[in-house]
């Protein structure tokens, strides 16, 4: 059973970094296709940037194209993968959640989409202060 625990929240001021992590437990890591999403207060959760197995493609929101960076370390024995996460604004407050489509790889047109995703963290809060 694939298990999935992000971390790395907080409360910081406007104009300061954050880095997500998400860390994935269980399962065979076979190729799993990675996101994160966030949900802010009586909002729909929505993609921020997801990443394929390869690395060589990437979906990212356009409200956080060229501030916030998708990563990931594919170790024999895990997965980690990271949100980097600069000049943030207030309106980046919500809970931020990883995810993971465990049958394997996704289809590259299909990164974005939160139906592809199977598997979720528990969701890391951030709150940005003006």
């Known amino acids: 059973q694939v298990h999935l625990v992000d971390s790395g929240g907080g409360v910081v001021q406007t104009g300061g970094s954050l880095r997500l992590a998400c860390a994935i437990s269980?399962?065979?890591?076979?190729?799993?296709?990675m996101a994160w999403f966030r949900q802010a207060p009586g909002k729909e959760r929505e993609l921020v940037a997801a990443?394929?197995?390869?690395?060589?493609?990437?979906?990212?929101a356009d409200a956080v194209t060229g501030r916030f960076t998708i990563s990931r370390d594919n170790s024999k024995n895990t997965v980690t993968t990271y949100l980097q996460m600069n000049t943030l604004k207030p309106e980046n407050t919500a809970v931020y959640y990883c995810?993971?489509?465990?049958?394997?790889?996704?289809?590259?047109?299909?990164?974005?989409?939160?139906?592809?995703?199977?598997?979720w963290g528990q969701g890391t809060q951030v709150t940005v202060t003006s």
């Open positions: 990443v394929n197995w390869s690395r060589r493609h990437t979906s990212t």
């Open positions: 995810a993971a489509r465990t049958p394997g790889n996704a289809i590259v047109s299909t990164l974005g989409q939160i139906e592809t995703y199977d598997a």
């Open positions: 269980g399962g065979t890591f076979s190729k799993y296709a």
